[in-house]
C-alpha cells in the first residue's frame, strides 16, 4: 500500500492525464523520448515540482504509459483495478519472462520492464499507473508484481475451468 502522503500516486495519475489530454505528435515524442526527455515531460516536471533526483525515474515512467496511450485515446489509461501484474498476465507475458524481470536489477530491470510494457500495449486497455511507477521507483519490492499476476492467472484459470 502507497503511504497517502506519497506523492507518487498524485504524480502518476497526473501524467497518466497530461498524456492522454496531448495531442499525437507531443504523445509519440513521449515515446521516443531519451534521456534529454520531451516538451511533455519537463511541463510535468515543472507542473508537479519533481525532485531532480526523480527525473530520471519520472522519465522512464512517463515514456512507458506513452508507449500503453494510444495515439487517439483522450482519456488516462489509469484503471486502479488493473494491477500491472494482471495486465501483463492478460497480455499473454509468460512466467519465465516475469520471473526475469524480477530477478533483474538495474538498467537491465529497466530493459525489461520496457520491453514488458512494449510486448503488452497493444493488448492493455488500461493498467493501474500507481502500479507502474511503484515498479520503476521501488524494484527491490516485486512481490505485488508477482501477486497480481498470480492472483490473475488463477482466475484466469477457474474462468477457463468454469466454461468448459
Not at 522512464?60 to 488493473?82: M, N, Q, Y
Not at 501483463?88 to 538495474?106: N, P, V
Not at 530491470?109 to 520503476?136: C, F, N, Y
Amino acid at each position: 500500500m502507497v503511504d497517502e502522503t506519497d506523492e507518487m500516486p498524485r504524480r502518476a495519475m497526473a501524467i497518466a492525464a497530461a498524456i492522454a489530454a496531448a495531442d499525437p505528435g507531443e504523445k509519440a515524442d513521449a515515446r521516443r523520448m531519451g534521456p534529454a526527455g520531451a516538451p511533455l515531460f519537463w511541463r510535468q516536471v515543472a507542473r508537479l515540482d519533481i525532485p531532480r533526483w526523480q527525473e530520471e525515474g519520472w522519465l522512464r515512467f512517463t515514456r512507458l504509459v506513452a508507449l500503453l496511450t494510444p495515439a487517439s485515446r483522450e482519456t488516462s489509461i489509469h484503471d486502479g483495478k488493473r494491477p500491472l501484474g494482471a495486465a501483463l498476465h492478460e497480455a499473454g507475458f509468460s512466467e519465465q519472462r516475469l520471473a526475469r524481470l524480477i530477478a533483474a536489477r538495474g538498467a537491465s530491470r529497466d530493459d525489461a520492464l520496457e520491453r514488458a510494457i512494449r510486448m503488452s500495449a497493444r493488448k492493455t486497455p488500461g493498467v493501474s499507473v500507481v502500479d507502474l511507477a511503484r515498479a520503476i521507483f521501488r524494484p527491490d519490492d516485486s512481490r505485488h508484481l508477482a501477486r497480481a499476476y498470480y492472483k490473475q492467472s488463477d482466475a484466469s484459470q477457474t474462468e477457463d475451468i468454469q466454461n468448459d
